[in-house]
């Protein structure tokens, strides 16, 4: 597509449940990021997938945050036994990288999680 | 490793004024450098950015930032303050090459008034 899609674009869960949040980037970029934005909060770093190399999973607050990305293309953040401090903006970037540089960075609209 | 630091979390000007919002990077790589500008309940749009060439870069909406590499700064800056600019503006910087994760700064949110 023309952007990067995100869905649902809005998603009240309740406190315990499980939650997944997909992204599908523009075709052909490379590299994926997901980032988080809580309320007057900037940006925090998630996870990053670059190519068939393993993600940067370094920015994922706890172990009930996991993320997939099937066949380079389409990814999943999955929030496990959701929290009230899990409610925020949940951002996807695409972008195309190779070796040589990074060629720009696309974001969603991004799905606002409530957790109530 | 890279980081981003914001000075200023708001900044308020007259509409006419000038702005100036300020980013400082360290990056262990050479750097590229962003900034992007989010309006109210909407997602993050690139105004600018700096990969390798000229150090002035210009953006949209009359937005310009330079590159000082021996001051590891890349301020954001607009000669005269529309109402359409209050918004939120995030300042990022990644290494160059390519495999490296974008970081962003925490925001400086801007007011314009009359």
């Known amino acids: 597509g023309a952007g990067v899609s995100q869905s649902p674009s809005n998603k009240v869960t309740e406190k315990g449940k499980d939650v997944e949040l997909r992204c599908d980037p523009i075709?052909?970029?490379?590299?994926l990021y997901w980032y988080r934005q809580s309320l007057g909060q900037g940006l925090e770093f998630l996870i990053y997938?670059?190519?068939?190399?393993?993600?940067?999973k370094s920015g994922l607050p706890s172990d009930r945050f996991s993320a997939e990305r099937t066949g380079g293309s389409v990814s999943t953040l999955t929030i496990q036994r959701t929290q009230q401090e899990d409610s925020a903006v949940y951002l996807c970037?695409?972008?195309?990288?190779?070796?040589?540089?990074?060629?720009?960075?696309?974001f969603g609209s991004g799905t606002r999680l409530t957790v109530v | 490793a890279q980081s981003v630091t914001q000075l200023g979390s708001h900044v308020s000007v007259s509409e006419g004024a000038l702005v100036l919002l300020r980013c400082n990077y360290s990056s262990s790589v050479p750097p590229y450098l962003f900034w992007y500008v989010q309006y109210p309940n909407q997602g993050l749009q690139l105004l600018l950015k700096y990969t390798t060439g000229a150090t002035l870069v210009k953006g949209i909406n009359g937005f310009e930032a330079e590159f000082k590499k021996s001051e590891t700064s890349f301020h954001l800056t607009k000669p005269s303050a529309h109402m359409s600019d209050a918004a939120e503006y995030f300042c990022?910087?990644?290494?160059?090459?390519?495999?490296?994760?974008?970081?962003f700064g925490a925001g400086t949110r801007l007011a314009v008034h009359p």
């Open positions: 075709s052909g970029h490379t590299a």
């Open positions: 997938f670059q190519g068939n190399s393993a993600p940067d």
């Open positions: 970037a695409s972008s195309l990288t190779d070796g040589r540089g990074n060629y720009g960075y696309t």
């Open positions: 990022a910087v990644t290494g160059s090459g390519g495999y490296n994760k974008l970081i």
